[in-house]
């Protein structure tokens, strides 16, 4: 079992930053496979951002491509999605996801809410 604890979501202005953990504890393998997704009001999840552990390879939807980096420290076995330029739009419960040994993990969300 793998449990995940998102963290670092608030209110924050148009144009301002934040940065998400998501801390992993539990069984930890070190191939994985962790991705960021976002859920907005009446909406469906949507995955944002993805990191590979073997190759480090990370992939970002479109929405936020040059404005979000997805990092890992697997020392601290922990995920960060930094965020920079919000937008409104980026208003949405953030959610981190592992895979490990073809079985998936879900963090409770973190809530990030940008207005002004």
């Known amino acids: 079992q793998v449990q995940l604890v998102e963290s670092g979501g608030g209110l924050v202005q148009p144009g301002g930053s934040l940065r998400l953990s998501c801390a992993a504890s539990?069984?930890?393998?070190?191939?994985?496979?962790m991705r960021w997704y976002r859920q907005a009001p009446g909406k469906q999840r949507e995955l944002v951002a993805s990191?590979?552990?073997?190759?480090?390879?990370?992939r970002y939807s479109d929405s936020v491509k040059g404005r979000f980096t997805i990092s890992r420290d697997d020392i601290k076995n922990t995920l960060y999605l930094q965020m920079n330029s919000l937008k409104p739009e980026d208003t949405a419960v953030y959610y981190c996801?592992?895979?490990?040994?073809?079985?998936?993990?879900w963090g409770q969300g973190t809530q990030v809410t940008v207005s002004s």
């Open positions: 996801y592992r895979i490990q040994e073809s079985t998936g993990y």
């Open positions: 990191i590979e552990s073997s190759s480090g390879i990370t």
């Open positions: 539990g069984t930890i393998f070190s191939i994985y496979v």
